[in-house]
């Protein structure tokens, strides 16, 4: 009895381990690649959807809706506030190897109701966790 608990504990840790070692990716980034439809200037205007470049770096292959895009701005600039703006993309793809071999896709941003000035986030998130490295804040202009 005694050695079939410690087998079954055995099992149950190496399975816990495993999982964990799979959960998420090694991390991501972002980058803001210029307004939608307009010139790759790596600026975010006002009133102007932007494109933001993101990529999953290592682990499983991209699943879609696992991961999402968040963008906050903030209009006067303190990012210690709440938000004034903030939206969230289910990340579908589509997901283009990109020259670094790592997974990328380009996302719209809703720049719209945000004016010059703002400060704004963007970054990757696994299970309403930050993907370590894929924070970029940016400047509206």
Known sequence: MK????????????LSTMSTAFAAPAGGS???????GGPRDGLAHASTPTDVDVSIV?????????????????FTG????PADSYERFDLIGPWFVGSDGQPHSTVSVNN???????????????NNTTVKGSTTTYSVV
């Open 30 to 36: 972002t980058a803001i690649l210029g307004p939608t």
């Open 112 to 126: 719209n109701p945000v004016p010059a000035g703002s400060v704004c986030k963007v970054f990757v998130a696994h």
């Open 78 to 81: 303190k990012v210690s506030t």
């Open 58 to 74: 290592g682990g499983a292959p991209v699943v879609p809706y696992e991961y999402s895009l968040v963008n906050s701005c903030w």
């Open 3 to 14: 050695r079939i608990a410690l087998t079954l504990l055995g099992a149950a840790l190496s």
